[in-house]
């Protein structure tokens, strides 16, 4: 079906000039005061509350600044999330934009939707900006499917006359015609999430931003959505692409950078940009102190200065062996006294395909720490992975304004040498099962009364 | 721009961090105004979504009010009603008040309540305040219609001034959005303004809706000024006096003379009106201001 709706768009607007430029950027960055990406709101008191912390703050930020070592861009509590972008972004690029956690990747498709404003610089758009992230905005359950194509659509954008034109395909593409006329909030979800990316997907746009991570739905969404975006790359448009799947990534872009720290590492051909944020992941052994650039920008009050892996005797190792038991112990250091720290360790392939999660939880395994402890947390995990090179990234959680991401720590799973009776099968676990041989009632078994 | 001659040509966006006093982009306001139509009509279409008695709400409170304030303050308090009968007096000042009142608690909460659309998408977030004070004047439309009933009821004929009634409304509207993208982008940060609102509309409604102008400048003498800051002052003033002066000196129902003034209350007028354009000033430049980072915090 979505090979009918690119078609379409070809015939209508023909292919663009690959010389025209579709995005460029100059200088651009956002500055965040610390904790504010993902800040409560507040009440007058808190304001009344953080006063005299925030004035002592004031006082520490004059002192800096006479002793010479202050940056007048950067004051104290503030970080650059994203910084000194250059970009040119031609019609018909597919662009591929690969990072860690925390690199500035959403906060720029952010600034380029317009959904946030740059601190400094500047980006010029050229044509209309359409996202999958914005894949049911502005639907209300109360009205009827009818009425929410129409107000999604203007909300995305769309002129009235140009959501008439398309109505019918968008109902066909949805099959909800049956329903048009009852509530959203009477649909099954998967209906109404046919029916919001349907609307998306006839907006057209003259640029398409995908954010991989903020998207949602089932593993058929998901693969819709790829869909569309080769569709939309075919027909010669410009597509943003954020994402962890490097597969995905080498499949769809020609280009792409590497975000780092708000900046732009590297930039070039699709392959070279994959192949040095590979690389750059893997800077950390176990076992060996943490470089700072592993970390999130900010500290934390719970810091994890080192990872080690153990086999299973409990030794630290450089590597494990398949089907052994092993641990993960981080190593770290408490700057307050919290009786509720929260650690979790995500396992996940170099392509970014996430194979589970382990963490503390709070009722189970409460992290009491005192002020200025040094402690051993120890996870021990039943090995299921097959041989192979994993990666892990372990999110440390000191409260709402106060996380540390360390990520990729290089676990690597060994197969067994020794002795044969677990054989390494295809697939990324190891699934263990036992098999029965018993003779049985040829008649019986045919009526399937076994 | 230098696209190939088959190109419809293109929109181009500029995203720079803001800067100036106030930046309203006028055009785009204009090109989002199908938009704009159709938050209008969403709210209009999902206020009385699910309700037994629907839209006939919009008459049931002002009459409700009405009742309770003349039995209240006429019979039992024996306030000031200028000559006038209770019910008209009270409805008359209900009006444009329960569409102030509606328009400004919606626009208040528009916003944290919309922050799902907000941290998705862009359009000129302008439109989200905006969007309750304009569906508010369908229950406004609805009322007008009752009180239409109502006047017929005491035998009173329409006169002409009627038509300056859209003058008053323009000054409520402009007060409540005003105010109302002030406390939303307010509350965005401070959710505190969530359990300020339905206090703050009820003390301004008794700073307003009970007495008449002239006992208010018998009582206050100079201070009346004061008074006067109040919008909405001028505008319930206002309407009254645009819809009951062809009255003056009449002996309605109670053989009462009506003592509502010939010419219009001046005084409230100019100071409201300028107040109204202080506001107005005063929070869109909140709300641009704020505006930047909305999305960041809401």
């Known amino acids: 079906m979505s090979a009918v709706v690119s078609m379409r768009r070809v015939q209508q607007s023909g292919r663009m000039n690959a010389n025209n430029i579709a995005i460029q950027v100059r200088g651009l960055g956002k500055r965040y005061r610390l904790g504010e990406t993902h800040e409560v709101y507040r009440t007058f008191r808190d304001t009344l509350v953080t006063l005299p912390a925030w004035l002592r703050h004031k006082a520490r930020e004059r002192s800096a600044a006479n002793s010479g070592a202050y940056d007048p861009e950067t004051p104290p509590g503030t970080f650059w999330a994203l910084r000194d972008i250059d970009l040119d972004i031609h019609d018909g690029d597919v662009l591929g934009i690969v990072g860690r956690n925390g690199a500035g990747k959403s906060t720029l498709l952010k600034i380029l939707a317009r959904i946030t404003e740059p601190t400094k610089g500047r980006a010029e758009i050229h044509g209309r900006v359409g996202s999958l992230l914005e894949v049911g905005t502005g639907f209300h359950l109360e009205l009827s499917g009818r009425e929410n194509i129409y107000l999604s659509g203007a909300i995305l954008g769309m002129r009235k006359a140009e959501i008439r034109q398309k109505f019918d395909a968008i109902v066909d ?5 049956e329903f048009l006329d009852t509530p959203v909030k009477r649909y099954s979800n998967g209906m109404r999430v046919r029916l919001a990316f349907a609307v998306a997907a006839h907006l057209e746009p003259e640029i398409l931003i995908v954010d991989e991570v903020l998207s949602v739905g089932d593993a058929e969404f998901q693969k819709k959505c790829i869909g569309k975006m080769k569709d939309v790359a075919g027909g010669g448009r410009t597509v943003l692409f954020v994402s962890h799947n490097m597969q995905a990534v080498k499949a769809l872009c020609d280009s792409g950078i590497l975000l780092e720290h708000g900046r732009i590492a590297q930039r070039g051909p699709i392959a070279d940009v994959v192949e040095a944020y590979l690389a750059r992941a ?8 943490i470089p700072p650039n592993c970390h999130r920008r900010y500290p934390c009050d719970l810091e994890v200065f080192r990872v080690d892996v153990l086999n299973r005797h409990g030794n630290p190792a450089g590597f494990v062996l398949m089907e052994e038991p092993f641990g993960l112990q981080l190593h770290c250091r408490a700057h307050k006294a919290r009786p509720d720290y929260a650690v979790s360790i995500q396992f ?11 963490g503390t939880t709070y009722v189970l395994d409460r992290l009491d720490m005192q002020e200025g402890g040094v402690y051993a947390l120890t996870a021990r995990l039943k090995n299921v992975f097959s041989p192979g090179q994993y990666r892990l990234d372990i999110r440390v959680d000191a409260g709402p304004e106060n996380v540390d991401f360390i990520e990729g720590i290089p676990l690597t799973v060994a197969p067994v040498t020794a002795g044969d009776e677990l054989p390494h ?17 040829a008649d019986a078994a045919l009526r399937g009364e076994g | 721009m230098d696209h190939s001659a088959d190109d419809a040509p293109r929109e181009v966006y500029v995203i720079e961090p803001s800067r100036g006093w106030m930046h309203i982009r006028w055009r785009e306001l204009w090109q989002n105004r199908e938009l704009f139509g159709y938050l209008v009509w969403r709210d209009i279409k999902i206020k009385y979504k699910q309700t037994l008695l629907g839209a006939a709400w919009a008459v049931l409170v002002p009459l409700c009010q009405m009742a309770v304030f003349t039995i209240l303050f006429q019979r039992v308090a024996n306030f000031s009603s200028d000559g006038l009968p209770g019910p008209l007096f009270y409805f008359a000042g209900l009006l444009p008040w329960n569409y102030f009142a509606s328009s400004i608690t919606q626009a208040s909460n528009s916003m944290v309540q919309n922050a799902p659309m907000l941290t998705k998408i862009y359009f000129p977030r302008l439109l989200v305040p905006a969007t309750p004070c304009a569906a508010a004047f369908v229950d406004f439309a609805i009322a007008l219609a009752m009180f239409l009933v109502l006047t017929f009821f005491y035998g009173i004929i329409p006169s002409a001034a009627w038509f300056l009634l859209p003058v008053f409304m323009v000054l409520a509207c402009a007060s409540a959005f005003g105010a109302g993208s002030f406390l939303a982008a307010l509350n965005v940060k401070y959710r505190d303004v969530r359990h300020i609102i339905p206090f703050l509309v009820q003390i301004w409604m008794f700073l307003t809706v009970i007495t008449p102008y002239s006992a208010v400048k018998d009582a206050l003498g100079p201070w009346r000024y004061v008074y006067g800051l109040n919008p909405m002052a001028a505008v319930v003033e206002g309407s009254r006096w645009a819809l009951f002066r062809h009255l003056n000196g009449a002996e309605l129902v109670e053989g009462q003379p009506v003592t509502i003034a010939a010419g219009p209350p001046w005084d409230l007028f100019v100071l409201g009106t300028a107040v109204t354009i202080v506001m107005l000033a005063v929070g869109i430049y909140y709300f641009k201001r704020m505006e930047r980072t909305f999305a960041d915090i809401v």
């Open chain 1, 425 to 441: 099968r295809e697939g990324v676990v190891q699934l263990r099962s036992e098999w029965r041989l018993e003779a049985e009632d």
């Open chain 1, 348 to 358: 996940r392939r170099d392509d970014g395909l996430v194979l589970g999660t382990v």
């Open chain 1, 282 to 289: 893997t800077a950390v052994e176990p076992g060996t102190e």
């Open chain 1, 173 to 177: 593409f949805a099959g909800v015609d």
